[in-house]
């Protein structure tokens, strides 16, 4: 009998730990929330505004996450016989997106001048002499898709990597980033303007979620609590 005491003690110091933990989790599931709606409003408010420059070398270490999206514009000509081919899934089916290194007499910077089917494979090179490329800034993505490893050495890519693209292809003074063309309404392939601005935001629902668990948890307790002296 005087081990039941302690047995109590030692449970509900538990179950308190259990359900704090998951209050913080739904406090947290909060913060994240806040956190994302400003991301969100920040981003729709970045695409409205005008395009900058491409950002230059000197602005390369200060270029993060929050500079996504952000419209571009940048003026070179693009490197023939260049492009990379990378897997892609988009409204108008399966394909490839078409990345072509453009050298804009300062420094090179990948632009994806669009998406096409597989039987466009190869056949869009890019438009000579000087143009001027309007687009989004995105941030590269190294290694490779959902459970498939870019392959350099056999020029199989299923992310834009734009280290490991540079170096496939030799290129110098590559920009950190790339670049997601507008649609070009005279061109039909490579389509641009495909870009897909979206941010998922579920954490009001995991917060209710955490906050339900703990709230069933302790009135699991407090029903068990007053059952056990009458038992």
């Known amino acids: 009998m005087r081990g039941r005491p302690i047995r109590r003690i030692l449970i509900g110091t538990l179950i308190g730990c259990v359900i704090a933990g998951l209050i913080g989790l739904g406090v947290w599931q909060l913060q994240r929330r806040a956190w994302k709606l400003d991301l969100i409003q920040r981003t ?80 869009v090179p890019p438009p000579p002499g000087t143009v001027t490329v309007r687009g989004l800034l995105r941030i590269s993505e190294p290694g490779g898709g959902f459970l498939r490893s870019n392959v350099p050495a056999e020029d199989r890519w299923h992310s834009r990597d734009v280290a490991a693209i540079a170096a496939r292809r030799g290129l110098t003074d590559v920009a950190p980033y790339f670049i997601d063309a507008v649609a070009d309404p005279q061109v039909e392939w490579p ?38 002296p009458r038992a």
């Open 44 to 123: 729709e408010a970045m695409l409205r505004s005008p395009p900058v420059p491409a950002p230059p070398p000197a602005a390369w270490g200060t270029i993060t996450s929050n500079d996504a999206y952000r419209p571009v514009i940048a003026t070179g000509r693009y490197r023939p016989d260049a492009d990379t081919y990378t897997q892609a899934a988009t409204a108008l089916g399966g394909g490839f997106w078409v990345l072509t290194p453009l050298d804009t007499g300062r420094f090179t910077l990948l632009v994806n001048r669009g998406f096409v089917p597989a039987d466009q494979r190869g056949k």
């Open 191 to 228: 389509r641009g303007g495909l870009t897909i601005v979206s941010f998922r935001n579920n954490h009001l629902v995991y917060a209710l979620t955490w906050f339900g668990l703990a709230l069933v948890l302790g009135g699991m307790t407090w029903w068990v609590a007053r059952r056990e």
